[in-house]
Nanobody
């Protein structure tokens, strides 16, 4: 059974930092592209960052320079380091996985976590 479990969300003041973690089980993690998406209340889900199987990384323009995606295949874990957080970063953040090639499209990811809430106060 494939599982993705996110953690690390919380309440932080604007300008602060959080690190999200996503632990995967039930799959060969190193074969998967991993990504983070987010969904704010009343808005559609949007792409945040993605990490290919090797070193390729992709970011949404709104988070580039502030967020960093990484992965530790030995721990079956993906991370999203979020710095200089803004109130508009408030959302539920979801980890997603798909086999082989990285994608920026949520509908191309097969596996999803339950989400973790990030709230940034002004």
């Amino acid at each position: 059974q494939v599982q993705l479990v996110e953690s690390g969300g919380g309440l932080v003041q604007a300008g602060g930092s959080l690190r999200l973690s996503c632990v995967a089980s039930g799959r060969t993690f190193s074969n998967d592209a991993m990504a983070w998406f987010r969904q704010a209340p009343g808005k559609e889900r949007e792409f945040v960052a993605a990490h290919g199987r090797s070193v390729s990384k992709y970011y949404a323009g709104s988070v580039k320079g502030r967020f960093t995606i990484s992965r530790d295949n030995a721990k079956n874990t993906a991370y999203l380091q979020m710095n200089s957080l803004k109130p508009e970063d408030t959302a539920v953040y979801y980890c997603a996985a798909r086999q082989l090639a990285v994608s920026l499209r949520g509908d191309e990811y097969n596996y999803w976590g339950q989400g973790t809430q990030v709230t940034v106060s002004s």
